[in-house]
């Protein structure tokens, strides 16, 4: 008798193939009938964290600025986004992702204009907006709210972790609380906004004890989304020079699929798991080198799940 397939015996609800996790994939189908892509915006923002607001110098991975286009023609962006991600994929259904640094750190006028630009742009059928949880003023949320109106709104919250000691040491510029604070207010906005939460694995001084910590944490608040990311080192940022100097050792590979299955098994099934890498620009990729070869890496986590008989929610309890 022939065996079943891992998709055929896979017991896990939110899913049509062998992941067994809720994958950003399988929501964007479900909700939009068929395949859609993010194309990555930078509005020319820039962020309290770097302009000396609530730092300067940015967080320890951030390169500090040095992506931005700022005052780029979004329009042209977006074409050329589509160009190139035409080479793979020939999505008719877009969600432009207002990416770049804080995308909600304008004054609101300002990022009306923005936001309604984005929203209008071709075959748009979501709106992401990544943003810090200390940007989020009232006006600010108000108008998140009125946006979601017109088109579905996701916004990307950068946590990174739950641990204030941590934040400290890789200059985040904000506390958990900050974060509590402006993420419950999110949720109570109303309108159609599903919110995002980012986490980090393998930031310095935490091991597998706080990561599973953040995650747990994170989980009882039942975000829509979350996206865990594996901490990369770029050239040029500080994070480099604590490289350079023996004093952070980033990851190992099996590590990394170990901690991020456990994470998987305390998220409650709904909370989309949004990304379970992350891209890092190939040029200027210190380490861990083993992250380009992302297909390795998300096999590896389709694989450790199945071994352990296990799937998203399996540990998470109300
Ligand atoms: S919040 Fe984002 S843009 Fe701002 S410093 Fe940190 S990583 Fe860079």
Same mark, same amino acid.
């Not at 986590?301 to 998470?316: P, T």
């Given at each position: 008798m022939?065996?079943?397939?891992q ?12 992941k *067994? ?6 929501? $964007?189908?479900?909700?939009? &009938?068929?395949?859609?892509? %993010?194309?990555? /915006? ?17 967080c320890i ?12 023609? @979004? ?6 986004g589509? #160009? #190139? ?5 020939n999505?008719?259904? @877009? ?7 804080t995308?909600?750190?304008a004054?609101?006028?300002? /990022?009306? *204009? ?6 209008? @742009?071709?075959?748009? !059928? ?5 943003? %810090? ?33 941590? #934040? ?9 609380? !900050?974060?509590?604070d ?6 109570q906005? &109303? ?18 004890a ?8 994170? #989980? ?13 080192? @770029? ?6 020079? /604590?490289?350079?100097?023996?004093a ?23 909370? !989309? ?10 040029? /200027? $990729? !210190?380490?861990?080198?083993?992250? %380009?070869?992302k297909?390795?890496?998300?096999n ?6 199945? *071994? ?11």
């Amino acid at each position: 008798m022939k065996r079943p397939t891992q998709a055929e015996c896979n017991p896990f609800p939110y899913s049509d193939s062998n992941k *067994r996790y809720h994958t950003f994939a399988y929501y $964007l189908h479900k909700r939009f &009938g068929e395949k859609c892509a %993010r194309i990555a /915006l930078d509005a020319g923002f820039t962020c309290p964290n770097i302009d000396g607001t609530c730092g300067t110098g940015g967080c320890i991975y951030c390169l500090n600025g040095s992506a931005s286009a700022a005052g780029a023609n @979004l329009a042209e962006q977006y074409a050329a986004g589509i #160009a #190139a991600m035409q080479n793979k994929w020939n999505c008719k259904k @877009l969600i432009p992702y207002l990416q770049a640094h804080t995308n909600t750190y304008a004054p609101v006028e300002a /990022l009306r *204009r923005v936001y309604e630009q984005a929203l209008s @742009l071709p075959g748009a !059928v979501m709106l992401a907006i990544a943003t %810090r949880p200390d940007c989020l003023s009232p006006e600010i949320i108000s108008l998140l709210a009125e946006i979601s109106q017109k088109i579905p709104l996701l916004v990307e919250l950068g946590l990174q972790t739950v641990h204030d000691d941590t #934040a400290a040491r890789i200059n985040r510029g904000h506390a958990y609380a !900050v974060f509590l604070d402006g993420y419950t207010r999110l949720k109570q906005a &109303g309108g159609d906004i599903a919110v995002c939460v980012h986490l980090i694995n393998g930031l310095p001084g935490e091991n597998k004890a706080h990561m599973i910590e953040s995650a747990k944490t994170v #989980a009882a608040l039942h975000p829509d989304m979350v996206k865990l990311h594996l901490l990369h080192v @770029l050239r040029g940022t500080p994070l480099y020079a /604590l490289y350079q100097q023996g004093a952070y050792t980033p990851m190992e590979q099996k590590e990394y699929v170990d901690i991020v299955c456990d994470q998987m098994e305390l998220f409650p099934p709904k909370t !989309v798991i949004a990304r379970v890498t992350g891209d890092a620009p190939e040029a /200027l $990729l !210190v380490a861990p080198l083993w992250c %380009r070869r992302k297909t390795a890496v998300t096999n590896d986590i389709d694989k450790e799940l199945y *071994r352990r008989g296990s799937f998203q929610g399996s540990k998470y309890s109300i």
